[in-house]
């Protein structure tokens, strides 16, 4: 069974500045998908980026980016000028590509943004 | 486009009643729904996948004679707390999905959440 570990219960950041989140996985597989997802205080899930295993460019969305090592199975998000908004707790998601239906969901990551 | 919704966003009960959850998607046909359930501060935990027309497959440990999921339409399920108790106060999520275009993966898009909280 596939597992995603986030070891970090909380971050902080100061306003303006970059945040990186870290994200393992554990998979036999080779095609699958990875994502972050930001769940504000709404607690309206949001997707923010979504990475292809078999693709080696890291997937860039705006100010969020990713650094995926598949060798390593490490997936962090990088937050760069972060805002207020950008407060919420983030959710690494691992899915199969093999025409799986479920998302497994790490622990979550609870992101403060300090003015 | 890809726009879940759940109704009601907020339910209070009294314990013993049971409580109807809706979810559904507004612009495509969805091949399944899943719901979850989130407590204060942890993750989503997935209770049960359903797709259209047939019985929903639940995970270990959830109960489905209390969690009855009715998946009617490829737009619409819900689920159904019965004999409400204050142990199942939680937030419940739902999401649809769909083939991600060219992708190998089923895309979910989720709902904005319900609320329950049983006096």
């Known amino acids: 069974a596939q597992t995603v570990t986030q070891s970090q219960p909380e971050m902080s950041v100061q306003e303006a500045e970059t945040v990186t989140l870290s994200c393992t996985y554990d998979?036999?597989?080779?095609?699958?998908?990875l994502f972050w997802y930001k769940q504000p205080p709404s607690r309206q899930m949001i997707l923010v980026i979504r990475?292809?295993?078999?693709?080696?460019q890291n997937a860039t969305e705006n100010r969020f980016s990713v650094n995926f090592q598949k060798a390593a199975k490490s997936f962090s998000l990088k937050i760069s000028d972060s805002q207020l908004g950008d407060a919420a707790m983030y959710f690494c998601?691992?899915?199969?590509?093999?025409?799986?239906?479920?998302?497994?969901f790490g622990k979550g990551t609870k992101l403060s943004v300090i003015p | 486009g890809a726009v879940v919704s759940q109704h009601p966003s907020w339910v209070i009960c009294k314990s013993g009643t049971s409580v109807k959850i809706e979810c559904r998607s507004l612009?495509?046909?969805?091949?399944?729904m899943f719901w979850y359930r989130q407590f204060p501060k942890q993750s989503l935990m997935l209770m049960a996948t359903?797709?259209?027309?047939?019985?929903?497959?639940?995970e270990q440990g959830v109960e489905k004679d209390k969690f009855l999921i009715n998946h009617a339409s490829l737009t619409l399920s819900t689920l159904t707390v019965t004999s409400a108790h204050p142990e199942d106060s939680s937030f419940y999520i739902c999401?649809?999905?769909?083939?991600?275009?060219?992708?190998?993966?089923?895309?979910?898009?989720f709902g904005p959440g319900t609320r329950l909280t049983v006096l």
């Open positions: 998979t036999s597989e080779s095609d699958y998908y």
């Open positions: 998601a691992y899915i199969s590509g093999a025409g799986s239906y479920q998302l497994t």
């Open positions: 999401s649809a999905s769909r083939l991600a275009g060219t992708s190998s993966y089923n895309e979910q898009f």
């Open positions: 612009d495509f046909q969805a091949t399944t």
């Open positions: 359903s797709n259209e027309g047939s019985k929903a497959t639940y």
């Open positions: 990475q292809e295993a078999y693709k080696q």
